[in-house]
């Protein structure tokens, strides 16, 4: 068989097959590790992405044979730990993705890495706390424990400590919790006296997937969503009762409870479906989960498939429709530069640049875009041990946004915009940037109250 140097055909991301017998068999691993791992010393093009490919480089170059063969594989799992399942090698980068023959998909291998890793109880009790947002979520959430635990994230003798005992970076920033929830405090649903109007793939309704950052640390976000999709005549409905999406389980390798979050919601997604809704969530990671990550876990389950296919991006969303005509584009307040970062999480569903298309059709906006990833993740950047690389990751996009000097900055991740904000707060200006969503941005421009 003759073997291409590079691809230049579609991605065709296979099903992660975690079902299989080989999968879980560690001496399978190590072999699968060590040739993706040769394939990728040899090509070096992700290099500038995350922290997993220097970790390799470096392991390789400091080997007595200068390859892969030199490297002892008890250090592999230096170069998984580093990997938080961005995706964006696969994506974007690798031009050995399937259909090229030589099938190099480095996330599903990295996941099946942590998978392994998990199973065999080798991940700290932090890290298994720190991805089981529901209940900890939850419990924080409540009324006076919000306020006890915003107080500790500002107090640098709890940090300090916190980065003692648990292993919280003392100067990573971590988001607020408030007791004002939008599954407590909002209606069930908006516009209901709408008559739906469907286009293209949109029904004209459509149930958003509130997300356990959106409901506990971001109802803003969530809030002006909300008055964006009813100002423009789209009935919303709330899913008040969807668990996590699975996305912080997934990058800790808990597949188990990954199908278990996806048992809980599925039902619930599909009644909203079969209501004539198409969903929507606010966190591209949460999108991606129902996109992409879901189905290539489960690609028999036709009710996965069923929720794949209606379930969209915010703007991929409001861009179907404003090429039907049917947004309004009476805008009040030009919003002037916008330096607006791409979540990776977004860029991998390939649906384009449509919230810097909606945002450009904004009369007076100019909108710079930064595709680069901010090195957050959902967990990466608040552990001791990686919060530096996270702030090394994010450096380039906080020099961008510098250079653009915008009237104002964001991205589609709010996770990722407060590291940013965070960046732009170094070394010594705390808390004197806020990240603006950018569907906060289109609400301001409507002049929405």
């Known amino acids: 068989m003759a073997i291409r140097e590079g691809n230049l055909s579609a991605p065709d991301r296979q ?12 001496d399978k691993l190590d072999h699968e590790l060590e040739r993706v791992f040769d394939i990728c010393h040899g090509c070096r093009r992700c290099v500038n992405l995350c922290d997993s490919f220097p970790t390799l ?15 002892n594989k008890a250090d592999y799992m230096k170069v998984v730990d580093q990997c938080f399942l961005c995706d964006l090698c696969a994506e974007t980068k690798c031009p050995y993705l399937p259909p090229h023959e030589w099938a190099v998909d480095f996330p599903h291998l990295m996941l099946r890495a942590k998978a392994q890793k998990f199973r065999a109880g080798d991940t700290k ?19 006076g424990i919000n306020r006890l635990a915003n107080l500790a994230a500002g107090n640098n003798t709890l940090r300090e400590w916190g980065d003692k005992m648990v292993g919280i970076h003392p100067k990573a920033p971590l988001p607020e919790f408030t007791a004002k929830t939008i599954s407590r405090f909002q209606p069930d649903s908006f ?3 709408f008559t739906p109007v469907a286009c293209s793939r949109t029904t004209g309704k459509v149930a958003i997937y509130i997300t356990c950052y959106g409901d506990h640390n971001e109802p803003k976000v969530v809030e002006d969503l909300i008055k964006v999709l009813v100002h423009n005549g789209v009935q919303v409905r709330l899913l008040k009762d969807a668990k996590c999406c699975g996305m912080p389980k997934l990058e800790l390798g808990d597949l188990q409870k990954v199908q278990s979050l996806k048992d809980a919601n599925l039902p619930l997604f599909l009644d909203a479906i079969e209501d004539g809704y198409d969903l929507i969530g606010p966190v591209p990671s949460c999108v991606l989960m129902y996109k992409q990550e879901i189905p290539l876990m489960f690609p028999g389950d036709a009710d996965v498939a069923k929720v794949k296919a209606r379930f969209f991006d915010p703007f991929e969303f409001l861009m179907l429709r404003h090429k039907a005509g049917l947004i309004r584009t009476d805008f009040v307040t030009t919003l002037g530069k916008v330096a607006y970062h791409v979540a990776c999480h977004q860029r991998v569903q390939n649906i384009g ?7 450009e059709s904004i009369p007076g906006t100019e909108v710079t875009a930064i595709e680069r990833c901010s090195g957050h993740d959902g967990t990466y950047a608040v552990k001791s041990e990686t919060y530096d690389k996270a702030m090394k990751i994010v450096r380039p996009v906080v020099r961008k946004v510098k250079e653009t000097a915008p009237e104002t900055f964001g991205s589609d991740c709010p996770m990722a915009g407060r590291l940013i904000a965070h960046g732009l707060d170094q070394p010594d200006n705390p808390d004197t940037h806020h990240a603006e969503h950018p569907i906060s941005m289109v609400k301001r421009a409507y002049g929405i109250e």
């Open 15 to 26: 099903p992660l097959g975690w079902d299989k017998p080989e999968f879980w068999d560690k």
């Open 57 to 71: 480089f470096d392991l390789v170059d400091e080997s007595p044979t200068l390859e892969v063969d030199g490297v």
């Open 125 to 143: 009790w932090r890290d298994r706390i720190i991805t089981s947002t529901d209940p900890v979520f939850d419990a924080v959430s409540i009324p």
């Open 191 to 193: 516009g209901d006296h």
């Open 353 to 359: 640049m449509k919230t810097k298309e909606f945002l």
